[in-house]
């Protein structure tokens, strides 16, 4: 049987709340979470929408595409789309979903959550990262610089340029959504921005709370395959101007042969870390969760192919009222496919936390 497991409420520091406080110490989750049929075990939860290869339509609610300026002088861009939804959407707090490592706007996961919330009446914007999506590679449109575990910076941007383009959209705050890498990052934004912008819920999905410790399990041998896989994404993302920033050639870049070397070798030193082990230790967001003012509710699997339990132990245990840990013991990573209909046990809880902050 699936376990919920939480930290105690104690009293926090002050911060900002949000016009209607959210308790995410008294909100009940949807109903305990049951695999769903053949998707049994870890791996097939992990694996079953790159399987099926089915992306949710998102016809009935169009979307318009924005560009966002990042402040830092690069010139580089995020692109999003955005989902206004039915007029009474207008009167909901807006939706940002933020992916993770080598996804985009488009992933499945991030199209399937969109469709329930735009079902449930929420605007909704798919951010892609910088050097994602439309910006990834070496193209015309290419990012100067890539997005990384810890770049909240660039959802401060996102969010600021967002409310100068449309504040109208924007007036009623902000709801977010995170998965995986893009989870942690924020996290991080979170705890850094977070009493700067009119927040009121978040929902973290398989973030790696201890990078160093997802690296180790993910260059553990029986994640060979799921290594192989994102690092060929990874090195295909990567443009000239990163390999250029990194000081590493291109044939040098398609020798690395697993995802330490990757941030060794090209994240930190495009980043200005002292290699990958010191890229992990400042942008663990696990470091930043005491710190997050806003209600934050985390989702993580045991079963988690991926990211080891154990990293959500300190979580757990947590002194922060704000931030409530769900660890159940299946799902896999962004996965928990579940009995009872198509839609991931994570998007029902997305929808009914963010309905109850509302």
């Known amino acids: 049987m699936d376990r919920y497991v939480t930290p105690q409420p104690s009293p926090g520091p002050e911060a900002w709340r949000p016009r209607a406080p959210l308790d995410l110490k008294a909100w009940q989750p949807p109903g305990a979470f049951r695999e769903r049929f053949p998707w049994i075990g870890g791996d097939l939860q992990t694996l079953r929408n790159y399987i099926l290869r089915h992306s949710a339509d998102l016809s009935p609610w169009p979307s318009r595409r924005i560009e966002i300026g990042m402040t830092d002088g690069s010139g580089d861009r995020l692109i999003a789309e955005v989902h206004e939804g039915e007029e009474a959407a207008r009167e909901r707090p807006l939706v940002l979903l933020i992916h993770g490592l080598t996804g985009c706007a488009d992933s499945a996961y991030i199209r399937n959550t969109a469709r329930v919330l735009l079902a449930a009446g929420f605007a909704v914007v798919r951010m892609n990262l910088r050097g994602a999506g439309p910006t990834a590679g070496s193209g015309a449109s290419a990012s100067r610089f890539h997005y990384h575990a810890g770049r909240s910076e660039d959802l401060r941007d996102f969010l600021t340029g967002l409310r100068e383009q449309d504040s109208a959209l924007c007036a009623q705050g902000f709801h977010l959504a995170g998965y995986s890498l893009g989870a942690n990052m924020m996290l991080k934004f979170l705890a850094e921005y977070g009493r700067d912008f009119p927040v009121r819920a978040a929902v973290s999905v398989s973030a790696p709370l201890d990078l160093k410790a997802t690296q180790v399990r993910m260059m553990a041998p029986r994640n060979r395959l799921y290594q192989n896989y994102l690092l060929e994404r990874m090195k295909a993302e990567t ?81 922060n009222p704000q931030v409530r840990t769900l660890l159940l013991e299946k799902g896999g990573h962004v996965g928990f496919h579940g009995r009872g209909g198509e839609m991931a046990w994570h998007d029902a809880a997305i929808r009914a936390v963010f309905a109850k902050a509302a």
């Open 239 to 319: 443009s000239a101007a990163v390999l250029e920033q990194a000081g590493i050639t291109r044939e040098a870049l398609q020798k690395l042969e697993n995802i330490f070397q990757y941030d060794d070798r090209v994240i930190a030193p495009a980043n200005g870390f002292d290699g990958a082990e010191d890229y992990y230790r400042r942008c663990s967001s696990g470091a930043f969760l005491e710190a997050v003012a806003v209600p934050s509710l985390v989702i993580h699997a045991a079963n988690d192919p991926w990211i080891p339990a154990s990293s959500y132990m300190a979580a757990l245990s947590l002194e």
